[in-house]
C-alpha cells in the first residue's frame, strides 16, 4: 500500500521505489479507489527513479478513466530520465508532468 | 494393485530459511524438518536468492537484517526474476521494525514474524502460506500449459526467412516467458516492396499472446501498394484500440523498402531507434517519432523517408537487446554503444553474422530480464 493523503478533493499518492511489474501491486486498484471522492489527484514521483511499460500503461489507463469522470492525475516530481522517457513516447502531451526541482 | 506412497512419490513442502544467525536457524530447521517439511538455508542475501531460483521452495522465511545483500534486495531479486516471483515471502523482522515491515509489504512480502518467536504462531502462519502456495502453483502450472500451447501457436506464425527469400532478412527472436510480448512479421507488399514490423508488446502475459496472430491479420489486411505506410499504421491504431485491454498498448517500428525504386519509409512508433549501416560503413540512427499504438485516438505517424543503395543493412530491435545488458537501465541511454557495435562489425559478415555477433557481444551470459529481439535487412 502506498500512502495516501486527501485534502478536500485533491488526493496526493507517495509512490517509491521501482515501479516495474511484479513490484507495483495493486497500484491500479489504489488509484481506482481514490476516484469516487476526488478530482485531482497527484501521484508523487519523488522517490521514483524507474519506471517499465507496465506502469507506462497503467498510468495511460488511470489518467483515461479518470479523465473520463472529469477528473485531473498529475504526475509530480518527477526525474529527467522517466520524464525523457515519457518524451520520446510522446506521452508528455496527455499527462500534466511537474519535474523533478 | 492398491498405490502405496513410496518415499519418492511423496511430496514434502520446501521452506527455504533466511537467517544470518546460526543458532536460529538451527531452531527453525529442527522444529520445521520435525513437521514434514523440506529445509533449505541460507545466511546471506546472494546464497537466498541463488538457492531460490534453484530449488523453488514454497516459502521463503526471511529476516531483513543480512550480509552481502539485505533482505528487501533480496525480495527485490526475486519479485523481479520471473521464476521466483510467485514464491511467497515471510519477514522476520526485530520488536518496533515498523518501518522495515511496512517497506516489506510494498514489495511483495505476504505476512511477518516478530522475534522473539513463539514457535505455534510461526507454525500457524507458514501452513497458510504454505497452502496458498500449493494451490496457486498448481494454478500456475495450468496456466503454463495453456500458454505453451499459445506459444507453439505463436511461433507458428511467425514467418521465417525461407519462406520469403526476396525480403532478404534475418531475425533471432528470444521470448522471456511462454506467451511473449515482442512480436515480428514481414509483410510482401509486392514482389520489390516489402514492410517489417517489430513489436513490443506491453507487460508480458496471456493477453500478449493473444495480440500477436490479430495483428498479423491486421498488417496483411491493411498494409498494401493503395495505402501510405503512415495510413496503414493509422488503420492499425484504429482498430487495436477498440481490442486491447484496459492499460496495453505497443511500440513498434514499421519499415517499408522498396526495392525498386530504392527508397524505404520509417515509422517509429515510440520504438527504439532503428540503426541503418550503409554499405561503406557509415551508420545512421535513424530518429523517427511517433505515438505508440493501440491506446489513443490522436495519433501523428510521421514518415521518414530513406534513400537506400545497395549492400544497406538496417538492424530493427526492441528495448531488451540494450537494457539490463550493462549497456544502459533504459534503451534511451545505449543506442549510441549498440550503434558503436553495428559500426564496428565486420564488413565481410552476413546479416546473420552480425545478427549472432552483436547478440555475443552484448548478451553474453546475463540472465534474461526481457524478450529479445533483433531483425537485420539488407537492400
Known amino acids: 500500500m502506498f500512502e495516501t493523503h486527501s485534502q478536500g478533493n485533491e488526493a496526493t499518492m507517495e509512490l517509491s521505489g521501482e515501479m516495474v511489474a511484479g513490484l507495483i501491486g495493486d497500484l491500479r486498484d489504489q488509484i481506482q479507489a481514490l476516484f469516487p471522492n476526488h478530482n485531482r489527484i497527484i501521484l508523487n514521483f519523488a522517490k521514483v527513479e524507474i519506471i517499465d511499460s507496465t506502469m507506462v500503461g497503467l498510468l495511460i489507463s488511470s489518467q483515461n478513466l479518470f479523465k473520463a469522470r472529469g477528473g485531473r492525475l498529475i504526475l509530480k516530481d518527477v526525474s529527467e530520465d522517466v520524464i525523457r522517457m515519457l518524451r520520446i513516447m510522446r506521452l508528455d502531451r496527455h499527462f500534466e508532468i511537474v519535474p523533478r526541482g | ?379
Open chain 2, 1 to 379: 494393485m492398491r498405490k502405496t506412497n513410496t518415499p519418492e512419490t511423496i511430496y514434502r513442502h520446501t521452506i527455504l530459511i533466511v537467517d544470518d544467525t546460526i543458532e536460529l536457524l538451527w531452531v527453525l530447521q529442527n522444529i520445521l524438518s520435525s513437521r514434514g517439511y523440506n529445509i533449505l538455508t541460507a545466511m546471506d542475501g546472494k546464497e537466498a536468492v541463488a538457492r531460490a531460483i534453484v530449488h523453488q521452495p514454497d516459502l521463503i522465511l526471511l529476516d531483513i537484517q543480512l550480509p552481502e545483500m539485505d533482505g528487501f534486495g533480496v525480495m527485490h531479486a526475486l519479485k523481479t526474476h520471473h521464476e521466483t516471483a510467485y514464491i511467497p515471502i515471510i519477514l522476520i523482522t526485530g520488536m518496533g521494525e515498523l518501518n522495515s515491515k511496512i517497506k516489506g509489504f510494498q514489495m511483495g512480502a505476504v505476512d511477518y514474524i516478530t522475534k522473539p518467536f513463539q514457535m505455534e504462531e510461526v507454525e500457524a502462519r507458514i501452513n497458510i502460506h504454505v497452502k496458498l502456495s500449493f494451490t496457486t502453483r498448481q494454478l500456475i502450472a495450468a496456466q503454463k500449459e495453456k500458454l505453451q500451447q499459445i506459444q507453439t501457436a505463436q511461433r507458428a506464425l511467425l514467418i521465417t526467412p525461407e519462406e520469403i527469400p526476396d525480403a532478404q532478412f534475418c531475425v533471432y527472436l528470444n521470448q522471456l516467458q511462454e506467451a511473449g510480448g515482442d512480436f515480428y512479421d514481414v509483410v510482401a507488399i509486392s514482389p520489390m516492396i516489402h514492410g517489417y514490423f517489430i513489436a513490443d508488446v506491453a507487460g508480458h502475459d496471456i493477453s500478449s499472446g493473444f495480440i500477436t496472430p490479430a495483428i498479423k491479420a491486421l498488417l496483411k489486411q491493411n498494409c498494401t501498394v493503395a495505402f501510405r505506410p503512415s495510413e496503414s499504421m493509422h488503420m492499425v491504431n484504429e482498430v487495436l484500440i477498440g481490442m486491447l485491454p484496459e492499460g496495453k498498448y505497443l511500440t513498434a517500428a514499421w519499415l517499408v523498402i522498396n526495392r525498386a525504386t530504392m527508397n524505404a519509409t520509417l515509422i517509429s512508433m515510440a520504438h527504439p531507434n532503428v540503426i541503418l549501416k550503409r554499405k561503406d560503413g557509415t551508420v545512421e540512427i535513424l530518429k523517427s517519432q511517433g505515438d505508440i499504438l493501440g491506446i489513443f485516438k490522436d495519433v501523428i505517424y510521421a514518415e521518414q523517408a530513406i534513400d537506400i543503395h545497395k549492400g544497406d543493412r538496417f538492424y530493427i530491435y526492441t528495448d531488451g537487446i540494450i537494457e539490463g545488458t550493462g549497456i544502459a537501465d533504459v534503451w534511451t541511454a545505449g543506442v549510441d554503444i549498440l550503434a558503436e557495435h553495428i559500426r564496428k562489425l565486420p564488413a565481410t559478415n552476413t546479416p546473420q553474422e552480425d545478427v549472432d555477433l552483436i547478440l555475443r557481444e552484448i548478451h553474453s551470459g546475463e540472465q534474461l530480464t526481457d524478450d529479445l529481439l533483433l531483425m537485420c535487412t539488407e537492400v
